[in-house]
């Protein structure tokens, strides 16, 4: 009989491993909730036997689609829509399996359709939608299957889908206005870097030749000197000095992305984005916005607190503000209400702890959050609108400045040149 890894949550909200032998991923699956484990992650144990089928023969593997595969499956616009399209049919009263089929029929992306499919047999056989989804954990994540299996314990899945389609939706609003907001700054200094690269590149050697048959060898201005200097490094003859600036690049990429992914580095990269000027105040309103929307989210849909911390702590995409989400974590598990800890952490601003405190005293603290949620929506808004205008003119005096350094440069000669013929 196989062996199964699993990653899951208790009902104290700690994160627990281990192995469970089991038939299936099905059968390993139930076992888990049975035991009060909320199973986040499970793959077949390395070495350990194939899964059999209920006639004892190997399992066969899922489908997968043809052709080769990169990325993921769908990305989180598609997956949005699909949790908002099945959320409208179950609520207009189709039932799950049927529901499923429906969206498996209108899918266009085959990948995704194979997962859908597999999702639908795995429900067809008896399984919970949520054991289903738990089988692809590179597609929904575990505050997706969590809310769908606390929405199944209370026999409201139309409503968390619903709900749950509702907070994707808000979180993609979101990033698209940061995105969108950051595209003509972007459109700026790509224009900047053609500029230059076509004056460096085609001009400048131009002009040093013409220096150079006026000025019979004659020494050049320091300022000129340096831009032909930079353009002869840059000109598309030198193969060698190319290589060697796209190396230097490669390897200050590579090196940041392995500081990030290291625990020193990644704090500090964490402290900076949270305390840098402007962009610290934007980084900060934006991860107070996805604490309490995804925290108030998980609690409205009926997940235990102790877990929907947890779940919050590992997505909210900050090292220092998950540390401190851990000891808050801790101290509601000893008995202690969530609003003083999280004062104490000193992370969170005071307003955003009063009112969860006021939530707390309530008993609205879900509907509370969420309320917090889109006041720091309006809040990210005006801050992503306040960092463009002051970026705007920055870049674009920048540009000035390189472009109107190197046509000084240029200049500069040719004004010696003028002298030497009217003299």
Do not use: C
Request: hydrophobic share 45%.
């Amino acid at each position: 009989m196989p062996k199964f890894n699993y990653t899951a949550i208790d009902a104290s909200g700690k994160q627990k491993t281990g192995k469970i032998v089991a038939n299936s991923e099905d059968e390993a699956n139930s076992k888990l909730s049975a035991s009060g484990l909320m199973v986040s992650k499970l793959s077949v144990a390395t070495g350990g036997p194939a899964r059999k089928g209920p006639t004892g023969k190997a399992a066969a593997k899922p489908k997968k689609a043809s052709g080769i595969n990169f990325g993921k499956a769908i990305n989180e616009e598609g997956l949005t829509i699909f949790t908002r399209q099945l959320a409208t049919l179950l609520q207009a009263g189709l039932p799950l399996l049927r529901s499923l089929e429906v969206m498996i029929r209108q899918e266009k992306n085959p990948r995704f359709r194979d997962i859908l499919s597999a999702i639908a047999d795995n429900v067809r056989s008896g399984n919970n939608l949520s054991d289903g989804l738990a089988q692809h954990p590179k597609v929904f994540e575990p505050i997706y299957i969590n809310m769908i299996r606390a929405g199944e314990a209370g026999g409201v899945l139309d409503v968390v889908l619903s709900r749950l389609a509702r907070f994707m939706e808000k979180n993609l609003k979101t990033k698209k206005k940061v995105k969108s907001a950051m595209i003509y700054p972007l459109v700026v200094v790509a224009v900047a870097v053609i500029i230059v690269a076509l004056l460096l590149i085609f001009i400048v050697p131009r002009f040093q030749k013409i220096f150079s048959d006026m000025l019979g060898g004659a020494e050049l201005p320091l300022l000129t000197q340096i831009v032909i200097n930079i353009s002869n490094v840059i000109t598309p003859k030198s193969f060698l000095s190319a290589g060697i600036m796209v190396g230097v690049i490669i390897a200050l990429v590579v090196g940041f992305r392995y500081v990030v992914k290291t625990g020193p580095g990644r704090k500090i990269i964490d402290w900076l984005a949270l305390n840098t000027p402007k962009i610290g105040e934007l980084s900060s309103k934006a991860a107070v916005s996805r604490f309490t929307r995804t925290f108030g989210t998980l609690l409205s849909s009926g997940v235990p607190i102790l877990q929907a911390l947890q779940i919050t702590r590992d997505i909210i995409g900050n090292s220092i503000l998950s540390n401190a989400l851990d000891r808050v974590h801790d101290r509601v598990r000893d008995g202690e209400p969530l609003a003083a800890p999280l004062e104490q952490q000193r992370v969170f601003p005071t307003m955003v702890t009063s009112m969860i405190d006021v939530g707390e005293e309530t008993g609205e603290l879900p509907e509370m959050l969420n309320r917090i949620a889109d006041n720091y929506d309006d809040d990210v808004d005006n801050a992503v609108n306040s960092i463009t205008s002051i970026i705007e003119p920055i870049m674009i005096v920048m540009l000035a400045l390189v472009v109107g350094t190197i046509v000084i440069a240029l200049f500069l000669p040719i004004i010696e040149i003028i002298k030497q013929l009217t003299s």
